[in-house]
């Protein structure tokens, strides 16, 4: 070979190499922070199992789970103080328009993964209350005490939703002598268990082990939702429709219509593409354990975790699936 043609090769191989990013020449260690939800909740278990993954194919990778909110997940993620979030892509979605609860948009969104394709709205009410249609609360001016989701939730503007689609307000209820409480599932489920909530509103995976434990310290009903409320939910929240099946509680013997969303692990678009698509890899060749840790991931399939709609895949985690051939 001609020495000089030679040199010229190689000097530019060195350059090439140069100018690469670290993380475009090796895969990890990472330090990821995930933001998820309230520690002993789902988000928690499955949030912490992601966090396994990256550890198990990446080692010395540090990893830590941090509780939070979905809204201030989609803001920590999107300045990038924390590599990793978790949101309902409907939430994410309201993020991106810049629609309240936030001030501005945040475009740099992208999305991991699917974690959970079934988060349904689920409604219960204690069998002491008498309340087996949202309608009746209208219609009798009930005084009735509500729990929703802590505040910046999907769980509780839906919550909200739903209640403004039977044409009830916050301030209706406080007005008819009830009142609307704010705070984490665990915590209105005790509110119900105590005597000091008659409602409960949610958006969960079913069957729910919370719902089922609950429901040994008191009776309760599972609500459904009219044709009606379905329609306008779906157009105003962007969720989808949905069946709970006959059974799925033992206090539960009729099929229940609802509306669902859907949750999904986030990451900010200034992440490199390499991480994004090692995440996506240590969670593809760790399905299985994934699957094992909690019953939400149990039901998905490795192809629907590229179900993120409407928040697009980031490019690196998109370039894994495709590898994957999971998506053409």
């Known amino acids: 070979m001609n020495i000089k043609r030679y ?25 990821i922070t995930l933001a998820g939800g309230s520690v002993g909740g789902a988000w928690s278990a499955i949030g912490t199992a992601i966090g396994e993954t990256i550890k198990k194919d990446y080692p010395g990778s540090a990893f830590t789970y941090e509780p939070g909110r ?12 924390v590599q990793l979030g978790i949101a309902h892509a409907q939430m994410a979605f309201i ?12 475009t740099n ?29 209208k219609a009798k001016k009930m005084p009735v005490r509500v729990s929703l989701n802590q505040r910046g939730t999907l769980m509780s503007i839906t919550g909200e939703a739903v209640l403004a689609a039977y044409g009830i307000s916050v301030k209706d209820i406080e007005g008819w002598g009830g009142r609307v409480t704010y705070g984490s599932y665990n915590q209105g489920l005790d509110l119900i268990k105590n005597g000091q909530a008659d409602l409960i509103i949610n958006m969960l995976a079913f069957p729910s082990s919370q719902v089922r434990t609950a429901a040994r ?4 009903n599972l609500v459904g939702l009219s044709k009606e409320a379905i329609t306008k939910l779906n157009v105003e929240l962007r969720t989808g429709s949905i069946e709970i099946p006959a059974n799925t509680y033992d206090f539960q013997p009729n099929q229940i219509n609802t509306i669902r969303g859907s949750v999904i692990l986030v990451a900010s678009s200034g992440m490199s593409n390499q991480e994004a698509g090692d995440i996506v890899r240590a969670m593809l060749t760790n399905f299985d354990f ?10 998905l399939s490795q192809k629907v975790l590229t179900q993120t709609s409407p928040i697009q895949l980031h490019p690196g985690a998109l370039s894994a699936y495709k590898a994957a051939g999971l998506i053409k």
């Open 7 to 31: 040199l010229g090769i190689f000097s530019t191989a060195l350059l090439v190499g140069f100018f690469q990013s670290p993380a475009a020449l090796a895969s990890g260690p990472y330090n």
């Open 70 to 81: 979905e809204t201030s997940n989609l803001l920590l993620t999107s300045t990038g103080k």
């Open 95 to 106: 993020a991106e328009k810049g629609l309240a609860p936030f001030k501005e948009s945040l």
């Open 109 to 137: 969104i992208r999305a991991i993964a699917l974690i959970d394709s079934e988060a349904a709205v689920q409604i219960l009410t204690t069998q002491s209350s008498g309340i087996t249609d949202l309608a009746q609360i």
């Open 217 to 220: 310290d008191t009776k309760l």
């Open 290 to 299: 994934l699957q094992k840790a909690h019953s939400t991931l149990g039901r």
